[in-house]
């Protein structure tokens, strides 16, 4: 009996870290926006550029035009000093309520050369948000001991107004053409999936970075102006995470998205002609 009161109150109070984990990270905005500035890059310290962003707190930044000094709000703003780690401080806490069974979508948006992709990507020494999300959420599925996890994943790209199944491309390197016809659809829990996508099932931060790295070398790039490999598609690598909590009976299904876009300059400063410019 004592046990089986013990039991009632372990369920009620896992339900309450939930809801209030969940209440606190949805008051902090459903959507949250963050700038982050680069360092120059070498061509522009020889050329003689100079700054036009200033920083004038945590969450504001100033900037220079042709039309006076204009000021920008932010969830929180990163200078060209800010560390990987600590742009993915905030993410952190996103990672636990995609465990919880909630959607979360990062993306990177800005022109050719801003530093999408380093701060979606990074470098070996210098992780980004999707390998130190990865991390993140195995430690969390490691530190669950009442659930029993699976973890799937697929990558598509949008391309020209397309949807390719980069994971099928993998799997079908010498066949023409992008593979099945992807159709995006919601299904009853209003969870956006892809139908006719392949998913790979996962069991570890070392494979789904594998598949990662994997699908990301199947994408379009191309040289423009900007950027020697500049990303022509938006990419979206979306891992699903399953529980089944023993203890409740309950099965969860959470989703983490991230997106690495395209950039989103003026077709006429990348100096791009023909097919790139169709890009």
């Known amino acids: 009996q004592s046990n089986a009161t013990l039991e009632k109150q372990y369920k009620e109070e896992m339900t309450l870290r939930k809801k209030y984990w969940n209440t606190i990270e949805d008051m902090k905005g459903k959507i949250r926006v963050y700038a ?4 120059f ?3 522009e310290i ?3 550029c100079s700054p036009v962003v200033r920083f004038a707190d945590d969450t504001t930044l ?7 000094l204009k ?15 600590a742009v993915f401080e905030d993410t952190r806490n996103l990672i636990q309520s995609c465990l919880d069974g909630y959607n979360v979508c990062i993306f990177a948006y800005g022109q050719t050369g801003s530093g999408k992709t380093f701060t979606m990507t990074g470098s070996d020494s210098l992780p980004g948000l999707t390998p130190r999300a990865i991390t993140e959420l195995f430690d969390g599925i490691a530190n669950t001991k009442t659930s ?5 994943a697929y990558f598509v790209e949008l391309y020209n107004d397309q949807v390719v199944d980069l994971l099928w491309k993998l799997e079908n390197r010498t066949a023409k053409g992008d593979g099945p016809k992807l159709d995006i659809k919601v299904d009853s829990k209003k969870m956006v999936f892809v139908k006719n996508v392949t998913t790979k099932s996962v069991g570890s931060p070392s494979d789904l970075m594998e598949l990662f790295n994997a699908g990301n070398g199947m994408r379009h790039v191309g040289a423009t102006k900007m950027n020697a490999e500049s990303s022509r598609s938006h990419s979206i690598f979306s891992i699903l995470v399953e529980s089944y909590n023993t203890t409740t009976k309950k099965t969860s299904v959470g989703k983490l998205s ?4 395209a950039g989103s300059e003026r ?3 990348t100096g791009a002609t023909a097919e790139r410019l169709k890009e």
Do not use: W
């Open 148 to 152: 029993e996890t699976k973890v799937t």
């Open 258 to 261: 991230l997106v690495d876009l």
């Open 36 to 39: 982050r500035c680069r360092p």
């Open 62 to 68: 100033e900037l220079n035009t042709a039309h006076g």
């Open 71 to 85: 000021e920008f709000a932010f969830d929180a703003v990163f200078d060209p000093e800010s560390t990987q780690g």
């Open 46 to 48: 020889e050329r003689g």
């Open 267 to 269: 077709a006429d400063k």
């Open 41 to 43: 890059a070498k061509y």
